[in-house]
Antibody
Framework: EVQLLESGGGLVQPGESLRLSCAAS????????LSWVRQAPGKGLEWVSF????????YYADSVKGRFTISRDNSKNTLDLQMNSLRAEDTAIYYC???????????????WGQGTMVTVSS | QSALTQPASVSGSPGQSITISCTGT?????????VSWYKQLPGKAPKLMIF???NRPSGVSNRFSGSKSGNMASLIISGLQADDEADYYC??????????FGTGTKVTVL
């Protein structure tokens, strides 16, 4: 079964850092691009970041550029999101999502994890 | 990058057809055929319903169809059923190599 499982969420104070992880199983991990997508409580979806299958290409939303870093370890089938200088507006459920049909860009996510909650509050 | 514009809510009776619009610009929807649609139930992760404007993933009912004209994309749900009640989001690739989602539409089955 194809599966994504996020971890690492929690409560942090503004300005602090947090690292999210996503463990993948059931598919050839290095063959697919991945993204992080977030959803603030009661709000819509917001794409956060993309990484290609090799890890060599990354893209970021303007709202997180310079603060967040996406990376992957194809030997461990894991995807990470390093989040620095966290702000209250980063509070959201963070989903990792597998790109289904495009190898070079974030386009359509056919598999999603269950999400991990990040709360930024003093 | 501003979110794509969707109506806040759309409703219909069982058996009817409804259309959800998704309006963007020439920098996103109008420039690329990378429009997707997702269905999200409360407390659950989104589910892909349509990719590349009009393609259905395996397992998605053919009651769901998509189209695009200019800067606007549409999701059509025909033969509306009670379990179609959910939030629906569109998304599009952009000219900055990023992805933008729509504002979301709550579908209610009367």
């Amino acid at each position: 079964e194809v599966q994504l499982l996020e971890s690492g969420g929690g409560l942090v104070q503004p300005g602090e850092s947090l690292r999210l992880s996503c463990a993948a199983s059931g598919f050839t991990f290095s063959g697919y691009a991945l993204s992080w997508v977030r959803q603030a409580p009661g709000k819509g979806l917001e794409w956060v970041s993309f990484v290609s299958g090799s890890g060599g290409t990354t893209y970021y939303a303007d709202s997180v550029k310079g603060r967040f870093t996406i990376s992957r370890d194809n030997s461990k089938n894991t995807l990470d999101l390093q989040m620095n200088s966290l702000r209250a507006e980063d509070t959201a459920i963070y989903y990792c999502a597998k790109e289904g049909y495009n190898w070079n860009y974030a386009s359509a996510f056919d598999i999603w994890g269950q999400g991990t909650m990040v709360t930024v509050s003093s | 990058q501003s979110a794509l514009t969707q109506p806040a809510s759309v409703s219909g009776s069982p058996g009817q057809s409804i259309t959800i619009s998704c309006t963007g610009t020439s920098s996103d929807i109008g420039g690329y055929n990378f429009v997707s649609w997702y269905k999200q139930l409360p407390g659950k992760a989104p589910k892909l319903m349509i990719f590349e404007v009009s393609n259905r993933p395996s397992g998605v009912s053919n009651r769901f169809s998509g189209s695009k004209s200019g800067n606007m994309a549409s999701l059509i749900i025909s033969g509306l059923q009670a379990d179609d009640e959910a939030d629906y989001y569109c998304s599009s690739f952009t000219n900055r190599s990023t992805l933008v989602f729509g504002t979301g539409t709550k579908v209610t089955v009367l």
